[in-house]
């Protein structure tokens, strides 16, 4: 699609592949897109891959944050490192469930393989970033499990979380202090 503006051809792409309406009570469709190493990780579970897990925002969120480590642990100034530097390629070689588990151990084990090519701020950029993915994950597990004890007959409702909170979402990421650092004026990393 297309428009003018200004006397110059504006393109629009839409991709629509993963949409729902917001009244939509649980997952449509049993389709799953993404690139593996870079899904969230609530996507790379069977569950997921048999289309019983909603898409959300945060998944999103979380895909970009896998993106950025990505990118980190495979270049050094923009230049492909060596195989040997680069632990997380077997990601790409795996199916989704055992790329989440191998991103999940990651995750629990990131202090233990500091990349020496990173400057430290961007490093505890990416630890804190993998932080707040463990956490937030966390998090998410005890609530499910609050539900089962608590509640009689919680295993019977869907897996749809309540309206989801954008803005906290995001929240949790920008509200860390390497974060917050990097988007300083004049930050020497920048």
Known sequence: MWYWKDGKRMGVLNDYDLSSLIDDRG????????????????LLTAEAQRGEVKHLYRHDLESFMWVFIWICFRYREGVLLPEELRPLDDWARLDAVACGEKKSFFLRHILAQPPSHLESTVWRFLVQCAAVIERDGQRRHDLELDKLLLVAGAADQSNDEELEDIDGCLLMFTNTQSWVSFSKPGNPSQ
């Open 27 to 42: 997952p449509r469709g049993n389709e799953r897109t993404g690139t593996v190493p870079f899904m969230a990780l609530d």
